[in-house]
């Protein structure tokens, strides 16, 4: 028996159908198969032994240099660009007595309500904090009121992604079945921001277990795209891209498995940091050791709110042992890389992989590039021929990783997983036995390459997408949807900074002429975070990254 799939997107009916048939075997084989055609992983069987190295025993990342000293110009910290508003501008606010904390977190609580009940959602929120909030706020505006605030995150509302725990919300990783039970401790990234004073205003939606890049949720009423609602809003940190971009809090937490940050920071217009991998511990995630792949993030309404999360967040913690790895820093340092402008950066631009991105996304891109040029920073042409396959190589890897994660939770659940969850985990297990060691080899040369390449320059430039956000409509949001173009669009570029564990961020540099955002992606050297956000400050400074207002934003200073 043979089975055809649909060309194309697949939704309604016709992928409820496809689930149906998950449990056959014959039918399963086929699935891989287009599967694997149709992203690239095929593709990867058939390299060279020049591409593979030993079995790995280590994910730790390489770095490149021993030291990443740079003199600084001593510039003046970039200017907020009046959208959305920092938390510098907040917490400014504060301190001149032009806003208090309570009145802006029940303003930033009311927005997210009013915009959950638009049609289509915008709402950012799928759990809301009031009374703990509001108790909050209070006590940080008699903080304010002392003059002796916590830090520069004060009072500032920001919101956290449900694969993490937060006390008060239960852990659901947008799932329909997974306990309601709230968390009783904060995982450390929340905890640390909370001892800075940030109040945690609700928690956002995310995809499914985070295994669809673009947006979509058929147990959840996922926000749609902060530029236009027919749009995606990219994944798997959906509604925390959506909230900063529509300037309901500053700041939002998230996790970052294959671009689950960056791709919903420039699908919507912002900026999103995915630091190197064990900077952040990932004590507390909602899936902890699923995936090898999975760091925490950060996304911002500016380069300033990046650089402070990043002081605040990073440091080991014993319950996260690839955190134990990462070097001291000195704390400020990150925002202090803010002032330190770019001349004599060295940036690498992989030409072949900037020839595979839309020609409006890669145009925006480039000119940004030509923007830092001008500042003195070099551009120095690259090839780095394993790059093309990492997409591919991502794909088997956080695949199989996380079948094997959910291979229990299925035993009860199946029947309860969305209907492009079954389809996707079906595929995966018409998978030939040996992809996953055979992509871990290849990973490990695709690590080497990255390290010998930073060894020549600074950072690396990239698309953050091939293309930016995809159309939705309401039927297929509530059904769900199988794309593997758009699917490879989204994650073509970033899996690189997941599978060597590197740091890497996205800025936002423009439109493209339907109006939607679009992202440059800057990827660093291990443990070098700075120079990422060296780069993304000195973009903002000189008006080649900003984030653009959309029509529908929450002003919590006006």
């Known amino acids: 028996m043979s089975f055809r799939l649909p060309v194309g997107r697949i939704s309604g009916r016709t992928l409820a159908s496809i689930a149906a048939l998950t449990r056959q075997g014959p039918f399963k084989k086929a699935l891989a198969a287009v599967v694997r055609a149709e992203l690239g992983i095929d593709a990867v069987r058939q390299l060279g032994r020049e591409a593979r190295g030993p079995v790995p025993f280590g994910i730790e990342p390489r770095r490149a240099r021993a030291s990443h000293a740079r003199a600084s110009e001593e510039l003046e910290l ?32 009311s927005g997210a309500r009013s915009l959950a009940e638009r049609k289509p959602s915008q709402g950012p929120l799928c759990g809301y904090a009031d009374e703990r909030a509001r108790h909050e706020a209070l006590a940080s505006a008699e903080r304010w009121a002392r003059g002796a605030p916590l830090g520069e995150l004060d009072g500032v509302p920001i919101a956290v992604k449900e694969e993490m725990d937060a006390r008060g919300f239960p852990t659901r990783l947008g799932t329909s079945f997974m306990d309601e039970q709230p968390a009783t401790r904060d995982a450390v990234f929340v905890e640390r921001l909370r001892a800075a004073g940030a109040i945690v205003i609700g928690q956002t939606p995310m995809t499914e277990y985070g295994l669809s890049p673009l947006g979509v949720n058929s147990h959840r009423t996922m ?16 509604g925390a891209a959506v909230g900063v971009a529509l300037g309901v809090f500053p700041l939002a937490l998230g996790t970052d498995g294959g671009g689950s940050v960056r791709t919903p920071a420039s699908f919507n217009g912002i900026f999103g940091l995915k630091p190197t991998y064990g900077r952040i511990p990932v004590t507390g995630h909602g899936m902890y050791g699923g995936t090898s792949v999975v760091h925490f993030g950060q996304l911002g309404a500016t380069s300033h709110d990046l650089a402070i999360a990043s002081d605040l967040a990073f440091g ?183 599978l060597t564990g590197l740091p890497a961020a996205s800025a936002p540099v423009g439109k493209d002429g339907a109006g939607l955002p679009v992202g440059l992606q800057i990827v660093g050297d291990a443990w070098d975070e700075a120079c990422i956000l060296q780069v993304l400050g000195h973009l903002e400074r000189i008006g080649a990254a900003s984030s653009p207002k959309p029509r529908d934003a929450l002003d919590l200073l006006g």
């Not at 970039?78 to 606010?93: D, H, L, V, Y």
């Not at 014993?318 to 955190?323: A, E, I, K, N, R």
């Not at 985990?425 to 080899?441: C, E, H, K, M, T």
Request: include cysteine.
């Open 316 to 498: 080991p913690d014993d319950g996260d042992p690839p955190s134990l790895v990462a070097p001291p820093f000195e704390p400020g340092s990150f925002v202090r890389a803010l002032r330190r402008g770019v001349k004599g950066l060295s940036i690498g631009v992989p030409e072949a992989e900037w020839k595979r991105a839309d020609a409006e996304v890669a145009n925006l891109g480039r000119a940004a590039l030509d923007a830092l040029a001008r500042e003195g920073a070099k551009l120095v042409p690259l090839e780095l021929p394993l790059t093309a396959h990492a997409a591919a190589i991502g794909y088997i890897t956080i695949a199989v990783e996380a079948r094997a994660a959910l291979r229990a939770v299925e035993v009860d659940h199946w029947d309860d997983f969305g209907a492009d969850l079954k389809v996707f985990l079906s595929g995966v297990d018409g998978f030939v036995a040996d992809d996953y060691v055979d992509a871990q080899r290849i990973r490990d040369q695709l690590r080497s390459e990255m390290q010998a390449a930073l060894r020549d320059v600074d950072v690396l430039a990239l698309p953050t997408n091939a293309a930016t956000a995809p159309t939705i409509t309401d039927s297929e949001a509530r059904s769900g949807i199988i794309d593997t173009a758009a699917l490879d669009a989204a994650c073509r570029f970033v899996f690189l900074g997941n």
């Open 223 to 238: 926000p749609r795209n902060a530029h236009d609602t027919s749009r995606l809003a990219g994944g798997s940190s959906t």
């Open 78 to 109: 970039p200017r907020a660009n009046g959208w959305p508003r920092s938390a510098r501008e907040i917490t400014a606010a504060y301190r001149d007595g032009g806003a208090s904390p309570e009145t802006l977190v029940a303003r930033a609580i």
